[in-house]
């Protein structure tokens, strides 16, 4: 099972590349059909399979010879790989569907900021939408009101640094720590938010020790927040657990 949630995470990591690439360009995800931007050939489904055909291909279109870029297949991996994360963790139950939505929306929204250093409003829309049946589901078990409260706690957290930052965050920051409220609940922000505080610092300085990024250059702050919220999805009851067994 573990192995056909992993090719399905790759099938969908194909067309999150889709989305992560014509989403902030303003093209539609759907039209034109898959095809090599250098020479426009349209792809048939052999130049589509995931991981394989970028292997297969050298990294190259089949009719152009032109280079792909290494993160198609990097991506594709990389969402096989989350997509095991939630199905060891949540097995195959009804919320495993949620998070694995969830999840999906955390790598588009990662990767577009890192390009673009925005967060599209759509991308936002589209994550409630496909949440709010799960929501009504979760009404029925009584954590209607913990997503409620997660979302005004989670766009309020950043709004408030925004308030006091004057301008230090995006409302793109303010509407994904929405949604990550909305998916995680209120109680477990605490804990996301301080994860994102700890990568934030850790990478920001990585990035600048290795001159990738320099002490002036802008640092997008939703790929931390993302990160904070997967993490927090999948280990965040057991970093409780230990947080408090630490003190008490």
């Not at 929306?105 to 890192?114: E, S």
């Not at 720590?177 to 605490?190: D, I, Q, S, T």
């Not at 290795?210 to 927040?225: A, E, L, M, Q, T």
Request: with cysteine; glycine share 8%.
């Amino acid at each position: 099972m573990s192995f056909i949630v992993f090719i399905l995470g790759t099938i969908v990591g194909s067309f999150l590349n889709v989305c992560i690439y014509r989403i902030p360009n303003g093209v539609s995800i759907s039209y034109p059909p898959s095809h090599c931007y250098a020479c426009d050939t349209k792809l048939k489904a052999l130049d589509l399979i995931p991981l394989l055909s970028f292997v297969f291909l050298r990294g190259r279109c089949r009719y152009c010879k032109a280079k792909f870029s290494v993160r198609y297949p990097m991506i594709e991996a990389l969402t096989g790989l989350l997509f095991l994360g939630v199905f060891w963790k949540f097995d195959l139950e009804w919320e495993t569907i949620k998070y694995l939505i969830f999840t999906s929306y955390l790598i588009v929204v990662t990767f577009i900021d890192f390009d673009h250093m925005v967060i599209v409003d759509s991308t936002n829309i589209v994550a409630v939408v496909l949440g709010l049946p799960f929501l009504v589901i979760g009404d029925l078990r009584g954590n209607f009101v913990e997503s409620i409260l997660g979302i005004l706690l989670g766009a309020g957290i950043i709004a408030i640094i925004r308030f006091i930052s004057r301008g230090g965050m995006g409302d793109g920051d303010i509407f994904l720590m929405g949604v990550v409220g909305f998916y995680l609940g209120y109680k477990m922000l605490p804990l996301q938010f301080m994860l994102t505080l700890v990568f934030a610092s850790v990478i920001s300085i990585l990035l600048i020790v290795f001159k990738i990024k320099s002490r002036k250059d802008y640092i997008p702050f939703g790929p931390f927040i993302a990160i904070g919220a997967w993490v927090t999805l999948i280990w965040g009851n057991d970093i409780l657990n230990w947080y408090t067994k630490l003190l008490f």
